[in-house]
């Protein structure tokens, strides 16, 4: 089976979130399972730089959007890790520097419709009767987030373009709603869309064009990041708008849950600690722990337990309930590093509390990943509160660096943590700490169990050492996956 990745990031090359360590790890997983997977990546200065062998392939694009007059072509070569992918060469809109979503100001590029709706016609003309690439055509293309959710639509309403045979099944996975990559109604003008397209069953959304709600209403299966999550985005709450329509299309909306690259994320073998440590022998843990106490200005203590968030600083994560909690944890002898950017209000009041607590918090605004790995596996606590969470990662990473983390109940998170009840310690179940309601007495009185099982060390080192051996890899995700792919080739058969 032959299937196109087309997706807006992809690690090590470019990196916003947790879609760019899918990107990464999934491909490949599905390799492995026998599929012939190709990346389709923007050609960001990034990509251009870091995919080797890079040649042309198939003849210009002439009709891109956004590109009047001008025909990009599509370049070939192969990521780090051997994965071919393909990079849409289109220096005027993917050439610039820093971040793929936003100029150096904070804002979105206004052009950003336009951008990723070459992403999705360069996807769909893959399948064109004449093809992009003489050499291979996809049976599935699966598009991620908004930033591809064109890509169904394409593929349904220009049969004049893409040919209405033989159409490939399409897969669209929902990474985090709260993301919809929605733009006026005259974007229709741009983007090569019939102007019949633009109603309720259609791209039309609250007045404007909504591009994950054009990848949810044709694409022949969604999928969401976690079960959990499947179900809370049919809800008022978590839907964002789009839960009548994921309500009425729920018979093809699955949760698969995200998996860990255990070859990047592995304690006994990773080359970004200060001493490696496994299951069987957690002695470098230690190591880890007082080498993070001195990164972070901490006291050297190994008998303070030590809690770390590495996140955005966002409402939406959660965090403000950190700031809230952190003092009583501080008070009960706890210890917090804090990695991430995001909200001003929130980085001031974490550099606020580093310094009301000096030796006990410390805070660094930005984003490092040896730091974030250092910090997984010389923590002893792993913060993640977040108000909804589609599936999560960090929590993942957590667990298999013996890290305890601490979630609230929604999502993906409430899929992959097991909470240390009394029955769940005895019984040697437990994986970490959850609480409920998104409210500071709720965290507080979860910080307060941690603090209270860290005063019982030997519970404490079982639980973590029973953390360190589930097994979240891609292996089961993969399979999964190509059940699904297997399932929209039927139906756009």
């Known amino acids: 089976m032959r299937i196109l990745f087309v997706t807006s990031e992809c690690y090590p090359l470019v990196k916003t979130g947790g ?16 599929a012939d997977v190709r990346l389709l990546l923007p050609g960001y200065p990034a ?17 891109l959007p956004g590109m009047a007059g001008a025909a990009p072509r599509m370049l070939l070569g192969l990521m780090p890790d051997g994965t071919p992918a393909y990079a849409l060469d289109a220096p005027t809109l993917f050439g610039r520097p820093g971040n793929p979503y ?24 893959f399948t064109a009767p004449a093809g992009l690439d003489p050499w291979w055509r996809p049976d599935v293309l699966h598009a991620h987030d908004w930033q591809a959710g064109l890509v ?95 309500s009425v299309r729920a018979g093809r909306l699955s949760g698969i849950l995200n998996g860990v690259d255990y070859g990047v994320w592995d304690p006994a073998r990773d080359p970004l600690l200060p001493a490696p440590y496994s299951a069987e022998d957690m002695g470098g843990k230690a190591v880890c722990k007082t ?8 006291e050297r203590a190994a008998a303070r337990p030590l809690a770390a968030v590495v996140s955005r600083l966002t409402w939406h994560k959660g965090l403000d309930l950190v700031l809230e909690a952190a003092g009583a944890w501080v008070a009960g002898g706890g210890q917090l590093a ?7 209000w929130m980085e001031q009041g974490f550099r606020q509390l580093a310094a009301w607590h000096p030796g006990s918090v410390g805070v660094r605004i930005g984003y490092d990943e ?34 305890l983390p601490l979630v609230r ?24 700490f959850s609480f409920g309601a998104a409210t500071v007495r709720e965290i507080s009185f979860c910080l307060r169990r941690a603090l209270a099982l860290y005063r019982r060390p030997d519970r404490w080192q079982a639980i973590a050492r029973h953390a360190m051996t589930r097994d979240f890899g891609w292996e089961a995700p993969a399979r999964e996956y190509l059940e699904l792919y297997r399932a929209a080739q039927a139906d756009a058969a």
């Open 19 to 34: 879609l760019a360590d899918v990107s990464a790890a999934l491909p490949p997983a599905l390799a492995r399972a026998g």
């Open 47 to 63: 990509v251009l730089k870091g995919l080797s062998g890079l040649a042309p392939v198939g003849d210009p694009i002439p009709d």
């Open 102 to 125: 936003m100029g150096p100001d904070g804002r979105d590029w206004p052009d950003n419709a336009q951008r990723f709706a070459a992403l999705a016609w360069a996807a769909a003309a």
């Open 152 to 246: 169904p639509a394409y593929l349904r309403l220009r049969p004049d373009r893409f040919g209405s045979e033989q159409r490939p099944g399409t897969v669209l996975t929902i990474h985090n709603i709260a993301y919809q990559g929605q733009f006026p109604p005259w974007t229709m003008g741009d983007i090569h869309l019939p102007s019949s397209a633009y109603a309720m069953d259609g791209v039309e959304y609250y007045g404007g064009v909504g591009y994950l709600k054009a990848g949810c209403y044709y694409a022949d299966r969604l999928t969401t990041v976690s079960p959990t999550y499947s179900q809370e985005i049919q809800t008022d709450e978590q839907g964002a708008g789009l839960e009548g329509l994921l």
């Open 291 to 298: 080498a993070l106490q001195e990164a972070f200005g901490l």
């Open 338 to 344: 804090v990695l991430g950017t995001g909200e001003p």
């Open 370 to 403: 040896g730091l974030s790995h250092r910090l997984q596996a010389g923590a002893d606590l792993l913060l993640v509160p977040s108000r909804s969470e589609p599936c999560g990662l960090t929590q993942l990473y957590a667990l298999k660096y013996g890290t």
């Open 409 to 432: 109940r929604t999502g993906g998170l409430a899929d992959t943590v097991i909470d240390a009840t009394p029955a769940a310690v005895n019984d040697g179940a437990a994986t970490g």
